[in-house]
């Protein structure tokens, strides 16, 4: 009996969430603003990802980044210095973001950009980056009301984890091969069998390897990001 409870409950939080989500996508479709939920294990290289990834972009578009940490500012930061707009979502101790907490965070920064004195509301945003948690389990379980999902999994963690993460691989549009300069020393990963292993889980997943350190495959991946942009301001 209490197991059939617990279903219960976890069944509506998420119909609750799905709900919330729609709406969001919804509402971000109408501002013409593409949120891209970036996910992936902790150090996988979301920040120094997206750092290059602001470097590749921010000259076309207006991009701003939700960086989503359990208790610190470090990633935000860094984000700063890019010259992007930037906010911290203290998740307190929360391991994902729902579509809640991301519509909060959203309300935020276009807040923050009128505190400026420039409108109080409805700053343009082209490009909105949610870094979700570290983990590879509870983000996917949540629908944060992204126009897309993408995710990292660096050479050192691996190459058979779309075997132990299943849903993970199986939510994402996109998945960056993080860490390629460091292929050689982790030279039990292999780029076909980790291909092979992302497209059983999802046959549809694009699969881009790059190197945020070096910038190898950043242009292939900022080209992707700037193709779904520009589709999602058009698409009806
Ligand atoms: N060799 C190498 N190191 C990298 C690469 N990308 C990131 N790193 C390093 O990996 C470490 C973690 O990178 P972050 O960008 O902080 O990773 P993250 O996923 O944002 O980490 P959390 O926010 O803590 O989950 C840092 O020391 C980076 O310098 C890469 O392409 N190659
Ligand atoms: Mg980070």
Redo the contacts with the bound molecule.
């Keep these: 009996m209490g197991d059939v409870r617990v279903i219960e409950v976890k069944q509506s939080v998420f119909a609750d969430n799905d709900r919330k989500a729609e709406e969001l996508r919804g509402t971000l479709r109408e501002r013409g603003t593409f949120l891209l939920n970036l996910m992936?294990?902790?150090?996988?290289?979301?920040?120094?990802?997206?750092?290059r990834t602001i470097e590749a972009l921010l000259d076309e578009m207006s991009i701003a980044v939700m960086?989503a940490?359990i208790d610190s500012d470090?990633?935000t930061r860094?984000i700063l210095g890019t010259g992007a707009r930037a906010i911290q979502l203290h998740t307190g101790g929360m391991c994902h973001l729902d579509a809640y907490m991301t519509e909060q965070g959203l309300d935020e920064l276009v807040a923050s950009e009128g505190s400026d004195g420039e409108e109080a509301t409805g700053a343009p945003v082209d490009l909105a980056i949610l870094?979700n948690?570290?983990n590879l389990v509870c983000p996917a379980e949540f629908d944060t009301g992204a126009s897309a999902n993408a995710m990292?999994l660096?050479?050192p963690e691996g190459d058979d984890k779309p075997l132990k993460y299943p849903l993970m691989f199986s939510i994402c549009d996109v998945v960056l091969i993080?860490?390629?300069?460091?292929l050689s020393v982790f030279d039990t990963f292999s780029m076909e069998r980790v291909r092979e292993n992302i497209l059983m889980r999802n046959p549809n997943a694009t699969i881009i390897p790059?190197?945020?350190?070096?910038g190898e495959g950043i242009d292939v991946w900022a080209d992707w990001l700037r193709t779904r942009v520009a589709e999602w301001k058009t698409d009806e």
């Design positions: 992936s294990s902790p150090g996988s290289g979301k920040t120094t990802t997206l750092t960086e940490d470090v990633d860094t870094e948690v570290g990292i660096s050479v993080n860490k390629i300069d460091a790059i190197s945020a350190k070096t």
